[in-house]
């Protein structure tokens, strides 16, 4: 039974920071890009950032590049997005994606419907 099961959200001042992680389990962990996505009340779902199988590859969103880091451990089965400088406009549930091809077709990793399996998702308040 595959699971993502994400934590580390919160509420956080601006230009604070937070550290999510995502653990996963019932697959082979190293075989797949793993990501986040966000999404905010009232707008669609958004891309954040993506890293590659052995982390050879990472991508991040405009709105996030620089301020946002994502890594994985393969050891653990986790992946991470560290949140730095955190803006109201970063709140959003956030959530673990997987799959085991996104990295093999050029733009294909911000497209959520692509990836295999989503966890639940970990809310990150930013306040003002």
């Known amino acids: 039974q595959v699971q993502l099961v994400e934590s580390g959200g919160g509420l956080v001042q601006a230009g604070g920071s937070l550290r999510l992680s995502c653990a996963a389990s019932g697959f082979t962990f190293s075989r797949y890009a793993m990501g986040w996505f966000r999404q905010a009340p009232e707008k669609e779902r958004e891309f954040v950032a993506v890293i590659s199988r052995f982390g050879g590859s990472i991508y991040y969103a405009d709105s996030v590049k620089g301020r946002f880091t994502i890594s994985r451990d393969n050891a653990k089965n986790t992946v991470y997005l560290q949140m730095n400088s955190l803006k109201p406009e970063d709140t959003a549930v956030y959530y673990c994606?997987?799959?085991?091809?996104?990295?093999?077709?050029?733009?294909?990793?911000?497209?959520?419907?692509?990836?295999?399996?989503w966890g639940q998702g970990t809310q990150v308040t930013v306040s003002s």
């Open positions: 994606v997987a799959d085991s091809k996104i990295m093999s077709y050029s733009g294909r990793y911000a497209q959520g419907d692509k990836y295999d399996y």
